[in-house]
């Protein structure tokens, strides 16, 4: 992406172009009216529908698919993806083996008529993790029989290697298990995971609110995939679009470059015209808050000269004596603390000498 310009690339995988990086799950809502207007808000033009939503034999022909409408078209969740033009990419959510997700696969090409599938195949059901070598197994097998394989995966780098090289057209590592919300527990493995694949890297599960969606792009992912955190949010429609703008954000903050980390503070202001000690040999605590113009002896604005309000002694002396012997105990003390740290004592410009040996002013 071009970091000097505020429009992104198009987001392209299996060769086919789409504008928005944000890919929508549509489980976890039963209101298909708010499910509507939550991935109208979301902007997405991909989203994941399990294949026991659909009656088989039904969405081919018709759009109402989805066996709970009643048959009524316009109010099945197939009308809703064909009606705002939203593709439709099924899954094998709730497959145990490779040979589960094989025949779901099929059922699914079959009844939405698309060779794209999103694989899950799962280890088991406490943790909903994927299960590795079922996964491979299974992309391999869908691969040779024509299919465009998202596979769902751990964040395990190596896996996903071994995922892109069984000719998987994406792989999607979690972020965290499904519908957890724990936001990207691994950054650092799926930042390697982003940098070493030639396929595109879609964050699959665990997001839970937009910081972590904006997370996932600015570790290098070309798009996020999410549904819990928005379908279980308290308002589904507004997380839609915080989610929307999160990854637009994330892509663009990637593009234009992070600073460095720094172990220490590094100023942006510049030094000219600051404040500088009226006495040079006075105390630091004792210094006045005087200009530059008064510190080289120019009157105030009333036309008297400065007042010499900030010497040792002159503050010493308006002091009572238990006050001076408390100050006394304290600077002792400091002194001592900074002669036994093991940290060296702080650097100031101000009392820095110079090259040539004279305070820097």
Same mark, same amino acid.
């Given at each position: 992406?071009?970091?000097?310009?505020?429009?992104?690339?198009?987001?392209?995988?299996?060769?086919?172009?789409?504008?928005?990086?944000?890919?929508?799950?549509?489980?976890?809502?039963?209101?298909?009216?708010?499910?509507?207007?939550?991935?109208?808000?979301?902007?997405?033009?991909?989203?994941?529908? #399990? %294949? &026991?939503?659909?009656?088989? +034999?039904?969405? /081919?022909?018709? $759009?109402? @698919?989805?066996?709970?409408?009643? =048959?009524?078209?316009?109010?099945?969740?197939?009308?809703?993806?064909?009606?705002?033009?939203?593709?439709?990419?099924?899954?094998?959510?709730?497959?145990?083996?490779?040979?589960?997700?094989?025949?779901?696969?099929?059922?699914?090409?079959?009844?939405?008529?698309?060779?794209?599938?999103?694989?899950?195949?799962?280890?088991?059901?406490?943790?909903?993790?994927?299960?590795?070598?079922?996964?491979?197994?299974?992309?391999?097998?869908?691969?040779?029989?024509?299919?465009?394989?998202?596979?769902?995966?751990?964040?395990?780098?190596?896996? #996903? %290697? &071994?995922?892109?090289?069984? +000719?998987?057209? /994406?792989?999607? $590592?979690? @972020?965290?298990?499904?519908?957890? =919300?724990?936001?990207?527990?691994?950054?650092?493995?799926?930042?390697?995971?982003?940098?070493?694949?030639?396929?595109?890297?879609?964050?699959?599960?665990?997001?839970?609110?937009?910081?972590?969606?904006?997370?996932?792009?600015?570790?290098?992912?070309?798009?996020?995939?999410?549904?819990?955190?928005?379908?279980?949010?308290?308002?589904?429609?507004?997380?839609?679009?915080?989610?929307?703008?999160?990854?637009?954000?994330?892509?663009?903050?990637?593009?234009?470059?992070?600073?460095?980390?720094?172990?220490?503070?590094?100023?942006?202001?510049?030094?000219?015209?600051?404040?500088?000690?009226?006495?040079?040999?006075? $105390?630091? @605590?004792?210094?006045?808050?005087?200009?530059?113009?008064?510190?080289?002896?120019?009157?105030?604005?009333?036309?008297?000269?400065?007042?010499?309000?900030?010497?040792?002694?002159?503050?010493?002396?308006?002091?009572?004596?238990?006050?001076?012997?408390?100050?006394?105990?304290?600077?002792?003390?400091?002194?001592?603390?900074?002669?036994?740290?093991?940290?060296?004592?702080?650097?100031?410009?101000?009392?820095?000498?110079?090259?040539?040996?004279?305070?820097?002013?």
């Amino acid at each position: 992406m071009n970091a000097q310009n505020t429009q992104d690339t198009p987001f392209t995988v299996a060769g086919v172009e789409l504008s928005s990086r944000l890919i929508m799950g549509t489980g976890g809502l039963t209101d298909l009216a708010m499910l509507e207007r939550a991935l109208t808000a979301s902007g997405t033009e991909l989203t994941t529908v #399990a %294949l &026991r939503r659909f009656a088989p +034999g039904r969405a /081919a022909s018709s $759009p109402d @698919g989805d066996a709970s409408s009643g =048959g009524r078209p316009q109010d099945s969740l197939y009308g809703i993806l064909r009606r705002n033009g939203i593709r439709v990419l099924p899954n094998t959510a709730g497959c145990y083996t490779a040979r589960d997700a094989l025949l779901t696969a099929e059922l699914g090409r079959e009844a939405l008529e698309t060779d794209w599938v999103k694989l899950e195949v799962i280890a088991d059901e406490d943790t909903l993790l994927p299960d590795g070598v079922e996964l491979l197994d299974a992309t391999e097998k869908l691969v040779r029989r024509g299919f465009t394989v998202f596979t769902y995966t751990s964040d395990d780098p190596v896996l #996903a %290697l &071994r995922l892109e090289d069984a +000719g998987a057209s /994406a792989v999607m $590592p979690l @972020g965290a298990p499904i519908g957890t =919300g724990l936001g990207i527990l691994n950054p650092h493995n799926i930042e390697l995971i982003a940098s070493r694949a030639s396929v595109p890297v879609v964050l699959d599960a665990g997001i839970g609110t937009a910081s972590e969606a904006a997370l996932a792009m600015e570790l290098g992912c070309d798009a996020v995939l999410l549904a819990s955190a928005v379908t279980r949010a308290r308002d589904p429609v507004a997380m839609a679009q915080a989610m929307k703008h999160a990854v637009q954000a994330g892509r663009l903050a990637r593009g234009a470059g992070r600073i460095a980390r720094r172990t220490h503070a590094l100023a942006s202001s510049p030094m000219a015209g600051r404040i500088v000690p009226a006495d040079d040999d006075a $105390p630091r @605590g004792d210094w006045p808050a005087r200009s530059v113009a008064e510190a080289a002896g120019e009157p105030l604005s009333g036309g008297e000269p400065a007042p010499d309000c900030g010497t040792a002694a002159s503050s010493d002396a308006s002091r009572s004596p238990e006050a001076s012997q408390g100050t006394a105990q304290r600077e002792s003390g400091a002194d001592s603390e900074r002669a036994t740290s093991s940290y060296p004592a702080p650097r100031d410009v101000l009392d820095d000498p110079a090259p040539g040996g004279s305070p820097i002013r």
